[in-house]
């Protein structure tokens, strides 16, 4: 299907990292010029080269600190001219390496993930969102998870902070509502590649606990990279038009109740 992006620009934030390099893919193969945006220059520069020699896209490599408001604001009015006018923005970026109980949990990390995971998402918002509305146009996709709706043990920053993207995306749904802005949130259970072509009893023998989630969810199975982006590339058409302020699960069922 062709999601019609020729004429849109799209910024990734994170978008070097494994999902985040996977959109970018995505809205390349439909059409976007893509932002790449992370604070791993070398990193963002390899997607980009990815994007132009694969897909022939017109791709830029950004390094920006999301939790710093003046490089966020510099960064944007700079692509704001260079590319004239981000259409879509993707807040994919996070840290999700936090596993400790609540009495052990670090207040370094729990900062940190609050900085990176949600104030991140805010700092670049508050930047590209006028710009959407001065035009009359614009997709914002919050990347949550299912930790951010059923909380995850041991990830109390994790899911905090994307629980909070899932009003932070509802709230900016209401207010781009009648300015052609749409806002959207997606949780995905664990993507894991090509791990999750692996039978169950194959995936035990590379990871145990991707093995017990696996066993866990209706579909016996655990989602790739793909899954996810797909949805990213659909949310950010003029196909959605219609479509905002919604929680897509990308879960193989794992959030159903089941026996």
């Given amino acids: 299907?062709?999601?019609?992006?020729?004429?849109?620009?799209?910024?990734?934030?994170?978008?070097?990292?494994?999902?985040?390099?996977?959109?970018?893919?995505?809205?390349?193969?439909?059409?976007?010029?893509?932002?790449?945006?992370?604070?791993?220059?070398?990193?963002?520069?390899?997607?980009?080269?990815?994007?132009?020699?694969?897909?022939?896209?017109?791709?830029?490599?950004?390094?920006?600190?999301?939790?710093?408001?003046?490089?966020?604001?510099?960064?944007?009015?700079?692509?704001?001219?260079?590319?004239?006018?981000?259409?879509?923005?993707?807040?994919?970026?996070?840290?999700?390496?936090?596993?400790?109980?609540?009495?052990?949990?670090?207040?370094?990390?729990?900062?940190?993930?609050?900085?990176?995971?949600?104030?991140?998402?805010?700092?670049?918002?508050?930047?590209?969102?006028?710009?959407?509305?001065?035009?009359?146009w614009g997709r914002i996709i919050n990347m949550s998870s299912m930790a951010g709706w059923q909380g995850g043990f041991g990830q109390l920053s994790y899911s905090a902070t994307k629980a909070a993207l899932i009003g932070f995306g509802k709230t900016l749904a209401l207010e781009g509502a009648q300015h052609g802005v749409t806002s959207n949130v997606i949780a995905p259970s664990i993507v894991v590649g090509q791990l999750a072509d692996l039978p169950i009893d194959q995936l035990e023998q590379v990871d145990e606990h991707f093995a017990r989630i696996a066993k866990a969810t209706p579909m016996r199975k655990l989602g790739k990279e793909e899954d996810v982006s797909n949805l990213v590339a659909y949310l950010a058409s003029e196909q959605s038009n219609y479509i905002t302020g919604q929680v897509i699960g990308v879960t193989g069922g794992i959030d159903l109740f089941s026996f």
């Fill in 1 to 136: 299907m062709d999601f019609g992006l020729d004429d849109k620009t799209a910024l990734v934030t994170g978008g070097a990292g494994r999902i985040g390099s996977e959109d970018c893919r995505v809205l390349a193969q439909e059409g976007a010029d893509v932002v790449v945006l992370d604070v791993a220059l070398d990193k963002a520069e390899n997607v980009v080269d990815e994007l132009e020699e694969d897909y022939d896209a017109t791709a830029h490599a950004v390094e920006c600190d999301l939790t710093d408001r003046a490089d966020v604001s510099d960064t944007v009015a700079a692509l704001e001219e260079e590319t004239g006018g981000i259409d879509i923005l993707v807040n994919n970026a996070g840290m999700v390496d936090a596993r400790d109980k609540v009495e052990d949990f670090d207040d370094d990390i729990w900062d940190r993930d609050i900085a990176v995971n949600l104030t991140g998402a805010y700092n670049i918002t508050q930047e590209v969102y006028p710009h959407m509305k001065e035009r009359e």
